[in-house]
């Protein structure tokens, strides 16, 4: 049973970076695609950033491209989400995701419509001066 983890959250001031850490336990995430969502009081969770590594394919909402990043390390153990020039809007608590990589029709699916099957407990982030 695949089991995820989130670290690395925190507070940041605008503009500025974080780099948040997903370890998994119990699997690789070798045949797994990721992905990253964020969650924000009174409002719907949301797919950030979704990666498939059967073809390489990656997703990111608009409002998040060009700043963040998603990542998987070289033994399959752990994926990031680097976040560059944050913004207060970028606040809530971020969840790590996963789910088997030939289950999902695409990349954009899994962020938006098909939410995975495995998740971490989520860590929080708060952007602010």
């Known amino acids: 049973q695949l089991q995820l983890q989130e670290s690395g959250g925190g507070l940041v001031q605008p503009g500025g970076s974080l780099k948040l850490s997903c370890v998994a336990s119990?699997?690789?995430?070798?045949?797994?695609?990721i992905g990253w969502f964020r969650q924000v009081p009174g409002k719907e969770r949301e797919g950030l950033s979704c990666f498939n590594p059967r073809d390489g394919s990656v997703y990111y909402r608009d409002s998040v491209k060009g700043r963040f990043t998603i990542s998987r390390d070289n033994a399959k153990t752990t994926m990031y989400l680097q976040m560059d020039d944050l913004k207060p809007e970028d606040s809530g608590v971020y969840y790590c995701a996963a789910e088997g990589a030939r289950r999902i029709y695409t990349v954009r699916s899994m962020c938006v419509v098909s939410p995975p099957e495995y998740w971490g407990h989520g860590t929080q982030v708060t952007v602010s001066s």
């Open positions: 119990g699997s690789t995430l070798e045949d797994y695609a």
